[in-house]
């Protein structure tokens, strides 16, 4: 049930509606078929209607070859006007009612579809969420990106076989019987047909599955490739490396092209043979059925019948086929969504999952030395960032360590409440596709105001006028329609505007001119005054409004002190400080300004 609650903050509180989400069953692994059964199982009350609906409307498909039969034989015939009207109305009432029912099952197998889409990206987003940030270290973005984009819908489709598929089935006996009413020859036909069109379609469905599967295998790498080369189109500018690595896409998407050849060429073949084959059935049983009207075994109406029989048996012989196709593309897609979920979150936790400490708590990383005080600005300087970055990831338990918290292992406290009272922010952090102020409050804790605070101390109101819409301006998913400076600035207004009880900020300003950097430095200081905050960086900006900073060597510290204390102290910190400073003011024209 919906209620309101209030959220008190820094930046304003706001009444906010909290929508319960229905749950989410963990899907079954254990196989392609076992997850769509699953699927299934989940919407059973529908899935069974649109079986009914589809049943309806294939068996009354059948309807009007015999109520032809009957017009014919009872009326036209045997010159009865009065059985003649009779059944031609009988007839029209029928295809009315079934226009309504395929009305209906059309609305309810898009129904199952939709939900089975639904229902598939939730387990992948849950999962993913899950993994956090060790996904992009073990999937790549383009095999991401293809399963959301199509493998989602194909595992929907699949579930067109619940309807339309089992009322084909049943169509199909339906037929075999009302066949047998006339000819038992014919009905063998009609009978024995259908697995001779499965024994001419099935080795080809066969390489088509596996054509396919190898076909969205180079199709993920290439999209992975590209997305690598255009998130790094200025580094490879700057480094000449661009021709190379667009050689390297060229080689990729010949390859990915030839593949896709070989799934055209089996495409082709299995369409050619699956749209003929039923022509060529439908030909031989109206050739049997007109030689046992000129035998005289079957009547002129019968004979009708049949011919309608038959061609309307098209229609499910169609869908059983398309369903063969569905369930082949499909499959393919599942077992791909199913490598997703099989992978394991990293092991940084316990399992003892007790409260963390009381407020104000010192962090410490025995494997570096580092300590974090409780209140003050710390700054964490090193000559290679990954090492810095190792330990902030130690801190907020990204991976697993002896890190403790207010004297506590950090991997025994509960991870929930790790992610609420510590928030690591990087300029990797994932920017979703929306409103602005959706971007930088995705729960919608805080008033327009407080909005524009969080975006002042991030040097980032010239947004708002820059952007058509204000706060209501779209945002393309990871800021695609941003600059690498706005989306920096983006970011750290979140993470500030989220307020935690330990902020982690890593280079939050490297991407901005040293006038915004200074006026970030002087804002962040004072809105975080009080609080813990953790800032890695090399800049001499940011590192003189820390209260202390932590000189790393090696991965460890090797000293503490003020800004000024070390630089007059080490002419190693000295000359990494100062050297970073230098190649600021070199390449402030090529950064984006404020």
């Known amino acids: 049930m919906a209620h309101t609650t209030d959220v008190p903050g820094p930046w304003g509180s706001r009444p906010l509606p909290r929508v319960a989400l229905p749950s989410l069953d963990a899907p079954d692994r254990r196989g392609p078929l076992r997850f769509v059964w699953w699927l299934i199982v989940r919407q059973r009350g529908r899935v069974l209607l649109g079986a009914l609906y589809g049943t309806l409307w294939m068996g009354l498909l059948m309807v009007p070859p015999y109520l032809l039969a009957r017009a014919i034989d009872d009326g036209l015939r045997a010159q009865n006007p009065r059985a003649l009207y009779l059944w ?35 387990v992948v987003t849950r999962h993913s969420t899950e993994l956090g940030s060790s996904l992009t270290r073990r999937v790549t973005g383009g095999e ?63 390489r088509l599955q596996r054509r396919q599967r190898t076909y969205r295998e180079h199709q993920g790498a290439a999209a992975s490739l590209a997305a690598d080369i255009v998130s790094g189109l200025r580094v490879l500018c700057g480094i000449g490396g661009k ?64 011919y309608g029989y038959v061609a309307i048996l098209i229609v499910p012989i169609f869908f059983l086929i398309e369903g063969a196709s569905g369930l082949t593309q499909g499959l393919v897609s599942v077992r791909r969504v199913l490598r997703v979920l099989a992978l394991h979150p990293p092991l ?22 580092v300590r974090v005080v409780p209140g003050l600005t710390t700054a964490l300087v090193s000559a290679s960032l990954e090492e810095a970055v190792t330990i902030t990831d130690r801190l907020c338990r990204y991976t697993d360590s002896d890190a403790l918290w207010g004297g506590v292992p950090l991997r025994d406290v509960e991870l929930s409440e790790v992610r609420e009272r510590l928030l690591l922010s990087d300029n990797e952090s994932y920017l979703f596709a929306g409103s602005l102020r ?9 008033h327009d105001e407080g909005l524009r605070a969080a975006l002042h101390v991030a040097g980032a109101t010239d947004l708002l006028g820059a952007m058509p819409h204000g706060l209501d301006s779209r945002v393309e998913l990871q800021g695609r329609n941003l600059s690498g400076g706005q989306r920096q600035r983006i970011r750290l207004a979140r993470a500030v505007l989220a307020d935690p009880e330990v902020l982690v900020l890593v280079e939050p300003t490297s991407a901005v001119d040293s006038h915004t950097e200074a006026a970030i430095a002087e804002r962040l200081h004072e809105v975080r005054s009080g609080r813990t905050t953790v800032v890695v960086g ?6 003189d409004r820390a209260d202390r ?23 190693d910190y000295r000359a990494l400080v100062l050297r970073g400073a230098d190649e600021e003011e070199r390449t402030e024209n090529e950064v984006d300004p404020a």
């Open 348 to 369: 940084t936790g316990s399992g003892v999952n007790r409260p963390g400490p009381a407020p104000g708590q010192e962090l410490v990383d025995p494997d570096s030395g």
């Open 538 to 543: 090399t800049s001499p900006l940011l590192l």
């Open 88 to 122: 031609v109305s009988i007839l029209a009432v029928v295809v009315l009612l079934n226009a309504l029912v395929s009305i209906l099952r059309h609305r309810t197998m898009s129904q199952v579809r939709m939900d089975a889409a639904h229902r598939t990206m939730r």
């Open 144 to 206: 991401l990106s293809t399963v959301q984009a199509s493998d989602v819908m194909l595992i929907a489709h699949i579930l067109t076989m619940t309807g339309p598929g089992v009322g084909a089935v049943i169509a199909y006996v339906g037929v075999a019987i009302l066949l047998f009413t006339i000819s038992p020859p014919l009905t063998a036909i009609v009978v024995f047909g259908l697995p001779v069109l499965a024994l001419v379609v099935g080795p080809l469905l066969s």
């Open 243 to 306: 021709q190379h690595f667009a050689q390297r896409y060229g080689e990729r998407s010949k390859a990915l092209l030839r593949q896709g050849h070989r799934v055209s060429e089996t495409t082709s073949w299995f369409d050619a043979v699956s749209t003929c084959l039923p022509v060529v059935f439908l030909g031989v049983v109206t050739w049997v059925a007109a030689r046992l009207t000129v035998l005289g075994h079957i009547t002129v109406g019968e004979t009708v019948a049949v």
């Open 438 to 446: 959706e971007v930088l409050d995705p729960h919608e804790d805080h």
């Open 549 to 571: 900073v932590v000189f790393l060597v090696g991965g460890r510290q090797e000293a503490a002190g003020t800004h000024g204390s070390l630089s007059q102290s080490r002419v």
